[in-house]
């Protein structure tokens, strides 16, 4: 507990301390919050507060033969920049637009980002009064890049009333084509990916930071193995001489193995920290290193997570960790167990030294590694806010344990799903209140025409914040016919602050 808890009204300096049964009552009830609000891992020092109704971002479909629109989001100043994948006229484009962060009105017409070959999440970073991101798409027209590592680009856009965006390309300095021979498409050869084993998922996403007015950048790519017939993946990093090398640290290994799902977050003025994940089939660490503002490594890489719990391809993923800076302790996520159900939540000093797990933890993380907790919380995301980081997650019944199917979706009281948030310390406990962003009619409760329950379908949850106000918005799955809103995404804005 940080904060001493004072009773003034009942402490007196010319008569002894007495109360009324009713005080007595007061004080006991009074107690009892300070206790639950500082207990082993709880330090309540703030609160999250909803500022607008959860309301209809991006629905109907995007061309395609499903709703996904699989967009990502940056926060600046009130504005809302939305990335989405939409097929227009036979091609997958990459497309842009500002909105209102209270309303959800557009602001700007969409942005064309490029022709989109491989379409990855971005996270987006404040840069002075821009937003920048790394998006993976060809911005000519027509498409030119005969290869894909001519994908990459780095994207500064700035909110309206201006509305300007200009992406430059960012260079892979040690891909040769003929180090990896397995080909995209006829004529095309993948040289760009988040990862080569671990499948990041819902929420994989192309990392970026920011560190003073410098701009940060990692990716996987194909990094040459000699005498091996083709590469293997690797982190490669960026700054501003807009040209991504390998990093020199181990991030590969030329056999059964590799290294990727990166992510960057800022550490201090001129440094950015980098998690990521690497080892061979059997054996996944989370490794950690700082790197300065030209994305050149200020540390050796050391292990902080991972293990061999964690097992390899799983197409449903969750792999790629989230990493935050909170005063003096970094906090990042990883996946624990051997399914997509669980995240642990993890602490440690800036320099990666006594790393445990943190002291609250999302439902599911401590259920012995089998998949088999009462609910299901692996899809989130973690921001920092000042003083503190807030974690953003979806959560449902876990449907499943083992082969057995546990639960009647029919039935509301045996079923529920929602996307809650919270603010944790810097030390990782819980520091205020957990928040539902979803109404109660998020949850499915329907059969299908032929009387089958809808089971459900975890939703992408995506998360941007600028100082206190942070901006969520996830897919809601229902059919039109069910209670509440059309399916679509959805969105809502809230304020999370430490109190003084």
């Not at 309303?103 to 404040?126: F, H, K, M």
């Not at 005969?146 to 891909?175: C, E």
């Not at 997509?340 to 440690?348: D, K, L």
């Not at 928040?435 to 949850?461: H, I, N, R, S, Y």
Request: aromatic share 8%; with cysteine; glycine share 12%.
């Amino acid at each position: 507990m940080t904060r001493a808890t004072t009773l003034s009204r009942w402490t007196s300096t010319s008569r002894p301390f007495t109360i009324s049964a009713g005080d007595r009552a007061l004080f006991a009830s009074a107690l009892l919050a300070a206790l639950s609000a500082c207990s082993g891992d709880t330090d309540i020092i703030g609160r999250c507060i909803p500022t607008t109704d959860p309301a209809v971002l991006l629905s109907g479909s995007n061309g395609g033969d499903y709703v996904w629109w699989s967009p990502s989001v940056g926060l600046i100043d009130g504005h809302v920049w939305v990335t989405y994948v939409q097929n227009i006229d036979g091609k997958w484009l990459g497309l842009g637009r500002w909105y209102d962060a209270t309303t959800l009105a557009a602001e700007s017409e969409p942005v064309r980002l490029g022709t989109v070959d491989i379409w990855e999440l971005q996270n987006w970073a404040r840069d002075g009064d821009s937003l920048v991101g790394q998006v993976w798409a060809d911005p000519a027209e027509p498409a030119e890049i005969s290869s894909d590592d001519g994908l990459v680009h780095l994207w500064r856009v700035t909110p309206p009333p201006d509305a300007t965006a200009n992406g430059q390309r960012i260079a892979l300095t040690t891909y040769d084509p003929a180090d990896n021979p397995f080909p995209l498409v006829p004529g095309r050869r993948r040289t760009i990916t988040l990862s080569d084993l671990y499948a990041a998922g819902f929420q994989g996403a192309l990392s970026v930071a920011v560190v003073g007015r410098a701009v940060v950048g990692a990716l996987g790519a194909v990094a040459p193995c000699p005498g091996v017939a083709f590469g293997g993946v690797s982190v490669h990093s960026f700054g501003g001489d807009y040209a991504a090398s390998r990093l020199p640290f181990p991030t590969v290994d030329c056999a059964i193995g590799g290294a990727g799902v990166p992510w960057l977050f800022p550490l201090d003025g001129d440094e950015v920290g980098l998690l990521y994940r690497h080892g061979e089939v059997d054996d996944h660490e989370v490794r950690y290193a700082r790197l300065d503002a030209r994305g050149q490594p200020t540390s050796s890489s050391r292990i902080v997570g991972g293990g061999e719990n964690t097992p390899c391809c799983d197409v449903t993923g969750g792999f790629q960790p989230r990493g935050v800076r909170v005063r003096d302790h970094v906090l990042f996520t990883e996946r624990r167990g051997d399914s997509s159900f669980c995240y642990t939540v993890r602490v440690m000093d800036l320099d990666g030294d006594d790393v445990d797990d943190a002291p609250w933890q999302l439902p599911c993380a401590d259920d012995g590694g089998d998949g088999d907790g009462p609910v299901v919380t692996w899809i989130h995301q973690l921001v920092a806010v000042p003083g503190a980081a807030v974690l953003v997650w979806q959560e449902r019944t876990n449907l499943f344990v083992g082969e057995a199917f546990t639960e009647d979706i029919t039935d509301p009281a045996r079923y529920h799903e929602g996307v809650f948030a919270v603010m944790l310390t810097e030390d990782g406990k819980r520091g205020s209140a957990v928040m539902e962003l979803t109404t109660p009619e998020f949850t499915a409760a329907e059969v299908d025409a032929a009387g089958t329950p809808v089971f459900a379908l975890d939703t992408d949850v995506q998360v941007a914040a600028d100082g206190n106000e942070v901006f969520a918005t996830w897919i809601d799955r229902r059919a039109p016919t069910a209670p509440g809103p059309l399916a679509g995404y959805h969105a809502r804005s809230f304020r999370c602050v430490v109190d003084p």
